[in-house]
């Protein structure tokens, strides 16, 4: 499985659009790039999931570049309830077997 | 539909104890996984099934633990016996063959926190 890093935490004030990275530079030509939030006391939910260019949906956008080494999920105008942990994850298609690590912290300021 | 339940959503119990986590996965999903979350590890896969069958225990930390899926609406994961390092939230989730499971969206449940003294 392709290793990933992201940030551990990171602050934006309420209102911002906030732009979270990842890095998976071992990424395969079947894996996808996935991301789900975690709400504290809550099971992680799947946001997104890309393969390259750009994907969007109702809640946020995912930047994939050419070289697809890296991603960006980008949260528009983010509330307070979008503080949550965010998990890059890079899923091998047909392999059942994802790593979800520690994630990041993102905490929304008023 | 009702989601993938999980119990207890609490649990406190003495070292030494089994501790028993029970989890009902979405119905009509056939891939069910166990994970374990805490500050040190995140959140880490423990063990799935596919179909009521395990397939890939590689993460169970060790003999004391324990899961079965005797049927495809129940799970349980078991601890025996328990000591304090297995203090975690404790995640089920499912997926389903028709194309989740392959793009990696699983449906997590609200996870059962332990706490073993």
């Known amino acids: 499985l392709a290793k990933t890093t992201q940030p551990i935490s990171m602050d934006s004030y309420e209102g911002q659009e906030v732009n979270i990275t990842c890095s998976h530079n071992n990424i395969a030509t079947n894996d996808y790039i996935t991301w789900y939030q975690q709400f504290p006391s809550q099971g992680p939910r799947f946001i997104i999931q890309g393969y390259k260019t750009k994907v969007t949906n109702e809640v946020a956008s995912l930047f994939i570049p050419a070289d697809r080494k890296s991603s960006t999920l980008s949260l528009p105008r983010v509330s307070l309830s979008d503080t949550a942990v965010y998990y890059c994850l890079v899923v091998h298609y047909g392999n059942n077997r994802l790593a979800f690590g520690k994630g990041n912290q993102v905490v929304v300021i008023p | 539909d009702a989601g993938v339940i999980q119990s207890p959503r609490h649990e406190v119990t003495e070292m030494g104890q089994e501790v028993t986590l029970r989890c009902k996965p979405i119905?009509?999903?056939?891939?069910l996984f166990w994970y374990r979350q805490t500050m040190m590890r995140g959140l880490e896969l423990l063990i799935y099934?596919?179909?009521?069958?395990?397939?890939?225990d590689s993460g169970m930390p060790e003999d004391r633990f324990s899961a079965k899926m005797p049927n495809a609406s129940f799970s349980t994961l078991k601890i025996q016996p328990s000591e304090p390092r297995d203090s975690a939230v404790y995640f089920c989730?499912?997926?389903?063959?028709?194309?989740?499971?392959?793009?990696?969206?699983?449906?997590f449940g609200e996870g059962s926190r332990l706490t073993v003294l």
């Open positions: 989730a499912s997926s389903s063959l028709a194309g989740d499971v392959e793009t990696g969206e699983l449906f």
């Open positions: 119905s009509g999903h056939d891939y």
């Open positions: 099934f596919n179909n009521n069958v395990p397939i890939d």
